[in-house]
């Protein structure tokens, strides 16, 4: 498109306006978020909304700053299960994104760079499983997760994205460019094939790597209803759950439920900013089987 | 002498061989963990749902005996203890409807604008702040939404504001039709920067010689869109637009939290929170399994034309 040149058009002043307006539609409720996390319920709702909270409201005695967030961290009945399953959430997206990121290029090298039988069947095979959508197969999966026992561990709630078919396309077609004469160089220097893998390759694909490694822990991150199958004890949630059942019992006390949202969210957002790069170039491909 | 030397080709031939096959083996090892993996969580579920949707297997006691066709039969003309499938099915095409058309104009024109911007810097500006959303995660993202759409919250005091009414409820959580509205409203709200970035890349990707030429030749700026931008970005649109389809067809968090947040279920009844409620917690399996292959036929014919959309996107040459 021919960019603006010389002065400012009309044109280009209601281009302005419009990005304007849509960037307040879009930052308006974190805003909201973050500012009545700090609020009580009569404040949040009050009419006008005030988004500066008066100096005389944090100096009544039954308030602090913090009152908002140390309800969010003790929960409904007081035992304090945040931190956990926040720990959880960590634990379960950190080790899914990481086998997401190791098996896809393992598998990927394997379908770029070698020639094998079957090796178009192998492949075929990996994309028709995108599209088999997670919520088709959820019920099964449950099943077969509690049939081998794996309810209210972590290996059931990691196991079922340990692997993306997506990650797997993203490496093969990404390495399908990497050049073959390096994996020969190295073959004549008598490197074994694993350690090419994991000496040659593996360096070489980082912004892949990275964009999956994202895209998986955004994810994982998010996902509420694998876990709310799988774990149904207090200590083995996650946090989307966590702040569902919180939201569900503190319904009257928005502040409280501002501050679980914002504890929460706090994570992805340093993550996004110190990331953005990768964030924006893994949105423009589009992950097919998410969880 | 020829003897010889057809024997030693022989010999190489018959190394090079070993080694091409000592690396077909590697290669094909190289993909054995993940073809494990996709055999036990998805080819085996997806036959396992299929073989279940035939049964009448419940969630409590192991016997489960054939049936036939009696939970298609059952989830598509009963009514499910108040949750029928043809409601949940109308929900979720009136969702995905009501989200992927105004979210493709809005972003496609959000994207046209900011190419036009004089600077990449606030370019990547708007692009960060616009997919921030997509960030939070789904359940934070309806926690907030349910305070602001609360009688006495922000959305009632700007539409307040913009309708020049005064002390209206527009009851955003609680009337059947406006919930739906809400939903659309959080999902939008939510990927709408991902769909922006989807577009600025497809737009980034049209070369500028093209409209240099059209500019030399007098075209307009609004003539310009209409015969060069869109026609050129139509296998972008076309993509584009069935991923946001697939995309919604898959709702579950916001619903879900609206619903534990006291909302009313039937109208925000999509097809995956009605296998949830049938599977795990009414522990009718098989019904629910039926109705995942139902979600499955369904996704599967999005699929389909995605592939032929993609196929239409790799013919188009600048």
Same mark, same amino acid.
């Given at each position: ?125 990996? !994309? ?9 197969? =959820? /019920?099964? &999966?449950?099943?077969?997760? %509690?049939?081998?026992? +794996? ?105 409280? !439920? ?9 994570? =992805? /957002?340093? &993550?996004?900013?110190?990331? %953005?790069?990768?964030? +924006? ?11 | ?318």
């Amino acid at each position: 498109m021919n960019k603006f040149v010389g002065k400012i058009s009309f044109v280009e002043i209601l281009v302005w306006i419009f990005l304007i307006l849509v960037f307040f539609f879009t930052i308006t409720p974190i805003a909201f978020m973050a500012v009545s996390s700090f609020m009580d319920a009569r404040q949040i709702l009050d009419m006008p909304f005030r988004w500066i909270p008066s100096r005389e409201y944090f100096s009544s005695a039954d308030r602090t700053f913090f009152t908002n967030f140390q309800k969010a961290i003790l929960g409904n009945n007081e035992n304090a299960t945040f931190f956990r399953n926040m720990f959880n959430s960590f634990f379960v997206a950190i080790v899914d994104s990481i086998t997401t990121v190791l098996l896809a290029s393992l598998c990927g090298y394997g379908l770029a760079k070698f020639r094998f039988k079957g090796r178009n069947f192998v492949f075929m095979s990996i !994309m028709a499983t995108m599209m088999i959508p997670f919520e088709a197969i =959820m /019920i099964p &999966l449950y099943m077969v997760v %509690s049939g081998m026992k +794996l309810m209210n561990t972590y290996r059931g709630l990691i196991f079922p994205f340990m692997v993306s078919a997506f990650g797997v396309f993203q490496m093969r077609q990404y390495l399908l460019t990497f050049p073959t004469e390096y994996l020969d160089a190295a073959r004549v220097d008598g490197l074994s094939e694993p350690r090419i893998y994991s000496s040659i390759v593996l360096p070489n694909c980082k912004p892949v790597i990275a964009t999956l490694g994202i895209l998986s822990f955004r994810n994982q991150w998010d996902n509420l209803l694998w876990p709310l199958l799988v774990a149904q004890r207090e200590y083995m949630k996650t946090l989307p759950q966590y702040i569902t059942q919180f939201s569900e019992e503190k319904m009257t006390d928005e502040g409280a !439920m501002m501050a679980c949202a914002f504890l929460a969210s706090i994570p =992805m /957002i340093i &993550l996004f900013f110190s990331l %953005s790069k990768y964030f +924006l170039g893994g949105a423009a491909v589009y992950e097919s089987r998410k969880g | 002498m020829s003897g010889a030397l057809s024997g030693k080709k022989k010999v190489r031939k018959n190394k090079i061989y070993s080694i091409e096959r000592k690396q077909a083996r590697w290669g094909f090892a190289f993909t054995v963990p993940c073809l494990v993996f996709f055999a036990i969580f998805s080819f085996y579920p997806i036959i396992y749902a299929f073989i279940t949707s035939f049964t009448n297997r419940q969630a409590i006691g192991r016997n489960y005996e054939f049936t036939g066709l009696e939970n298609y039969v059952y989830i598509f003309t009963k009514n499910n203890g108040g949750f029928p499938l043809s409601n949940s099915i109308r929900a979720t095409l009136v969702f995905t409807i009501g989200t992927f058309v105004p979210m493709i104009v809005v972003s496609l024109i959000l994207a046209t604008f900011m190419m036009q911007l004089r600077r990449d810097r606030y370019r990547g500006f708007f692009q960060l702040m616009y997919y921030m959303p997509a960030v939070l995660s789904s359940v934070v993202a309806a926690a907030i939404w349910m305070i602001i759409f609360d009688p006495r919250g922000l959305m009632n005091q700007v539409s307040n504001f913009v309708m020049h009414t005064s002390g209206v409820d527009y009851n955003w959580l609680v009337d059947p039709i406006m919930i739906q509205v809400s939903t659309i409203i959080i999902y939008f709200w939510k990927y709408i920067g991902y769909f922006v970035i989807l577009f600025i890349t497809g737009l980034a990707s049209i070369p500028p010689t093209i409209y240099e030429a059209a500019t030399v030749d007098g075209s307009s700026r609004w003539h310009t869109f209409w015969r060069i931008t869109l026609p050129l970005l139509k296998p972008t649109t076309a993509m584009v637009s069935i991923m946001a389809m697939l995309q919604c067809l898959k709702t579950f968090s916001t619903q879900f939290m609206l619903y534990q947040g006291g909302s009313p279920r039937a109208p925000i009844d999509v097809i995956t929170m009605n296998i949830y409620f049938t599977g795990i917690r009414n522990g009718r399996l098989g019904r629910a399994s039926a109705m995942s292959i139902v979600l499955f036929v369904i996704m599967l014919v999005f699929t389909y034309l995605q592939l032929v959309a993609n196929r239409s996107s790799e013919d188009v040459e600048y």
